[in-house]
């Protein structure tokens, strides 16, 4: 299986801050890498799909990049809706495997 | 506005079959492939597998020897059964669309709003 292993967990930020999660594959998944966002008690919701392709209706303060191993999604101004947990998924093989999460709180 | 609703026990017997299923409203079930995902209280997601209406499967090995995803496309869903559950298969359980691009470009969107299950006696 591909692990997906995403730090910092958990992650303390400020309404304003600029935030990166990053998340490493142990082998090469091209860019066959999704993010989606959490909120507690809610099912996932699709925030970054291939990488770096933001889904719609998705603020444009989010972002995604990486290819390869290395990903990272980026908020860049947090705002009080982000505070949430943060997967990483890849599609490259099944079993398709999750990031282990990143639990993003307010400092 | 393809939606995902999911149904079945919340509460299931050690060693008996957990079964589930997932209607999908807004598409046909024939457009996407299907999938399940599950995440234990407190824990992470674990993908269990996924289903296309021409009959592919796809299983976790984690799984596998205890999984089936059956599609019924005149009812426009699809259902989940796990057999000889232990108190490690509690967990909310989600359906989910796969969106797929190429064969290994896709990704789950949208989600069911998930259901919990408990294992216990």
Redesign the interface.
Known sequence: ?IQMTQSPSPLSASVGDRVTITCRASQNI???L?W?QQKPG?????LV??ASNL?SGVPSRFSGSGSGTDFTLTISSLQHEDFASY?C?Q???????????TKLDLK | QLQLQESGPGLVKPSQTLSLTCAVSGDSINNYYWTWIRQPPGK????IGYIHYSGTT?Y???LQSRVTISIDMSRNQFSLKLASVTAADTAVY?CAAI?R?VA???????????TLVSVSS
């Open positions: 299986d091209n860019n066959y999704n989606y809610k099912a996932p919701k699709l799909y291939a889904q997967y998924q599609s490259y093989y099944t079993p398709y495997t999750f990031g282990q999460g | 992470g997601l674990e993908w796809s976790n090995p984690s989600y969106i691009r290994a470009l896709n990704w789950f969107d949208p989600w069911g709003q998930g």
